[in-house]
């Protein structure tokens, strides 16, 4: 099963292939969110400071009665964060409302503040003061990872070129229809594993007759033809679900899809309605 595959990552880290994803979850309903997927088989659990629910979420992680070592827990830098001391005290502050001795991987959420995603500023100097916090809290063993979200090329690059421990993840935006295929060979070329978040395209996709027809061909929904055309990219997706029918289909992802209909993904029509999500910044580009 997909659940119980990995990828390995510096450090002899291994972070397991598919992910929980928490974005839009309140953190009142964090805790049963994460027993459910945990309860299912799912190892991998994603949260940020900017969803709210870090609180939520390690109550879930605590109440699982799983060993902590055998939950790969996520949690992202807010995006506001570009100075040191900032960023220094943002770390311990998610370790103490994870209440947890360390997480296992550590973003810098966003390249820019989000007020300001896209709009030109790459704040260089103000990423590489967060990263150098991370990298601090990677030596200290806070952090067993850590790595970026939402970092274009010339972004990871201002941090591979100036810092002492490089990116392991970088988290970007990637599903059918919208794939950033430079980016992520930019990334695999310089030993960066790619989480792509939102791979069922926030629902963008769920209507699409042409994915609904391949999908039936291979016996699968669309959101798990989906979620499998980003593991054939060798992308580790981050699907989010709330039921647990759904992340059990998530997780049922064990087919291959053809090199054909693989390339026929690829060019796929770009997803353009993202419904609620469409007035976040990164789905507005």
Not at 188 to 207: D, F, M, Q, S, T
Request: glycine share 8%; with cysteine.
């Amino acid at each position: 099963m997909i659940l119980q595959d990995s990828y390995a990552l510096p450090g002899s880290v291994t972070i397991p292939k598919l992910g929980l994803g928490t974005w839009l979850v309140d953190d009142d309903a964090a805790c049963d969110l994460v027993l459910r997927a945990i309860k299912i088989g799912y190892r991998h659990i994603d949260t940020a400071q900017a969803y709210g629910n870090e609180h939520g979420v390690g109550q879930g992680l605590r109440a699982s009665g799983i060993s902590r070592d055998d939950i790969f827990l996520t949690t992202k830098l807010a995006a506001e964060s570009k100075s040191f001391a900032d960023a220094r005290a943002r770390i311990d502050g998610s370790l103490k409302a994870l209440a947890v001795d360390h997480i296992d991987l550590m973003l810098i959420h966003s390249p820019q503040p989000w007020s300001q995603f896209r709009k030109g500023e790459h704040f260089f100097e103000g990423n590489l003061e967060a990263w150098r916090a991370l990298e601090e809290a990677y030596a200290a063993g806070k952090i067993r990872a850590i790595g970026v979200s939402n970092f274009e090329r010339t972004d990871i690059d201002n941090i591979l070129d100036n810092a002492g421990v490089k990116p392991m993840v970088n988290q970007v935006l990637a599903h059918v229809g919208n794939t950033p295929f430079d980016l992520i060979d930019h990334c695999r070329n310089k030993g960066v594993l790619v989480e792509a978040y939102a791979p069922i395209a926030h629902g963008a996709v769920l209507n699409n007759q042409g994915l609904d027809a391949m999908a039936k061909r291979y016996g699968v929904s669309i959101a798990q033809l989906c979620i499998r055309y980003c593991l054939e990219l060798g992308l580790l997706p981050l699907p989010k679900a709330t039921s647990a029918a759904h992340m059990s289909d998530n997780a049922a992802v064990d087919f291959v899809i053809s090199e054909a209909d693989m390339a026929a993904l690829v060019k796929a029509e770009r997803a353009t309605d993202y419904g609620e999500a469409s007035s976040f910044p990164v789905f507005a580009q």
